[in-house]
């Protein structure tokens, strides 16, 4: 299984870089990570939201991949616990499905990009930077495959 992190955004921070690859890396063959990213809108003084916001949503849908199952990061979503992180890999490897997570830019994803989701995930109900998202869920991914590898990374509940 491919899983595809498609997020807006290119030139993020050295810490961000690192930080996903830290984690990608780690990952076993059969469950690899791979970062796609799509450029922001170009905003002006005057702009308009939502026309920067389908913009972007609409690189973020042409770069998945074909028969992907896809999974939108919202605000919004479900807020799911690591064992359940873990419990949909378990169930989407043995689909045999790839899987495109979708990170929005600073406006969040458009509706396009929502109604094709799968599923919504939240990470926090907090609002958090769209380019910080990309470590967490790296490190969630990461932590998911630990746990249904009885790996010592993680020693949760």
Request: proline fraction near 4%; hydrophobic fraction near 40%.
């Amino acid at each position: 299984m491919r899983i595809y992190m498609i997020a807006v955004g290119h030139r993020m921070p050295h810490w961000v870089a690192e930080g996903y690859h830290h984690y990608a890396r780690r990952l076993p063959q059969h469950c690899s990570l791979h970062l796609v990213e799509t450029a922001t809108a170009r905003r002006g003084k005057s702009g308009n939201l939502i026309k920067w916001q389908q913009e972007e949503s609409d690189r973020l849908l042409e770069a998945i991949p074909a028969n992907s199952k896809i999974i939108a990061c919202d605000q919004r979503g479900e807020a799911w616990t690591t064992d359940t992180v873990a419990k949909y890999f378990q169930v989407w490897m043995g689909e045999g499905q790839n899987i495109a997570l979708l990170i929005g830019g600073p406006d969040g994803l458009a509706p396009a990009c929502l109604e094709r989701a799968t599923r919504k995930w939240s990470l926090s109900a907090l609002t958090l930077p769209h380019n910080l998202v990309r470590v967490i869920l790296a490190e969630q991914i990461y932590r998911a495959f630990s746990l249904l590898s009885y790996h010592p990374y993680h020693r949760g509940s």
